[in-house]
């Protein structure tokens, strides 16, 4: 097979998953700064493929428009607007950058179809991601409908991740996995299921902060009336550390300290415990602004990195080691 060809599609598939972690940090700084509607249609914004910078450049009937089109209390605020913006062309980005994957991975066909069809199923999954952000946006940003938005974000990332890790299955095949516990790959799997309903109850948590956000404009009550789940979501963290904990420490005591593994397990423990810094943050300094996107970045960067852990734990399981 051509080296030059495997080498690109691989530079190509972690530019692909770099770019969707950048998607993800958008849509968390479109929701702390309450940009979810800056453009209250789709693909256009405002009926223009390039946004309007000025209310002026919109009909003067606008807001009687929108209204009819369900959008009540539609207002114009250009950094919005333009924030929302910045995240659908980062989106279309995303679009271009996959098919590329898709279609650089046509040379495994020979010697491993399943490349290819990983890589264009992550093709269409990103197209029906498309679809999926036009419905949030017509359901007047449902709750239901951002947790599966972000949820289905996490699955494209899986997917790249395993394609671009069987396109290395021989690099992987070499680890050395041998001392780690029998017990390490469930207790792994249960980790990222872990992470899974930890970034489904963060969301939740995110839209009872929109929603009390809009009864009290001090940040310093917002705490006051913080539902149930946010309550369940902080305590999990502390199970989510110690079962984390435990996979990095074995890690670090089972592998040889130049492998992929330990660097996989140290960046795994320093991403749960800056995770859990930004949680107490958001908790203790009144849920700034700023924190709510790392939060949800890190949350992401979290189960890639363990979904990468249980890639190459396949691959070397598989021979042996």
Not at 265 to 278: H, S
Request: proline share 3%.
């Amino acid at each position: 097979m051509n080296t030059q060809a495997t080498l690109s599609f691989r530079r190509i598939g972690m530019l692909t998953i770099i770019a969707v972690y950048i998607v993800i940090l958008m849509g968390g700084i479109v929701r702390a700064s309450g940009a979810g509607m800056g453009c209250p249609d789709w693909p256009t914004c405002f009926g223009k493929w390039i946004p309007p910078t000025d209310e002026s450049q919109l009909p003067a009937n606008y807001h009687e428009i929108y209204a009819q089109r369900g959008y009540e209390n539609t207002q114009f605020n250009p950094i919005k607007t333009w924030t929302e913006y910045t995240n659908r062309l980062v989106g279309a980005t995303i679009g271009f950058l996959i098919f590329l994957t898709a279609w650089s991975s046509r040379i495994y066909l020979k010697t491993d179809k399943s490349i290819f069809y990983l890589s264009s199923s992550s093709f269409l999954l990103v197209c029906f991601q498309g679809w999926l952000g036009a419905s949030v946006v017509a359901s007047n940003l449902k709750p239901i409908m951002i947790t599966a938005h972000m949820l289905l974000a996490l699955i494209i990332v899986a997917l790249l991740i395993y394609t671009i890790a069987r396109s290395q299955r021989d690099f992987l095949s070499q680890l050395n996995t041998r001392l780690l516990p029998n017990k390490f790959k469930a207790i792994l799997i249960v980790a990222m299921i872990m992470t899974l309903l930890q970034i489904a109850m963060g969301t939740q948590v995110r839209e009872a902060v929109d929603f009390i956000a809009r009864e009290h404009i001090e940040r310093q009550y917002w705490r006051d009336d913080f539902p149930i789940i946010f309550y369940i979501h902080r305590s999990f963290s502390s199970i989510i550390l110690f079962t984390n904990a435990w996979l990095s420490w074995k890690i670090y005591q089972s592998v040889d300290k130049k492998s992929l593994l330990r660097y996989t397990g140290l960046a795994l423990i320093t991403l749960i415990i800056t995770a859990i810094l930004a949680g107490v943050s958001l908790d203790r300094l009144d849920v700034p602004a700023i924190v709510q996107p790392i939060h949800l970045l890190i949350a992401s960067l979290i189960f890639g990195v363990q979904f990468f852990l249980y890639s190459c734990l396949n691959y070397s399981a598989r021979n042996g080691h």
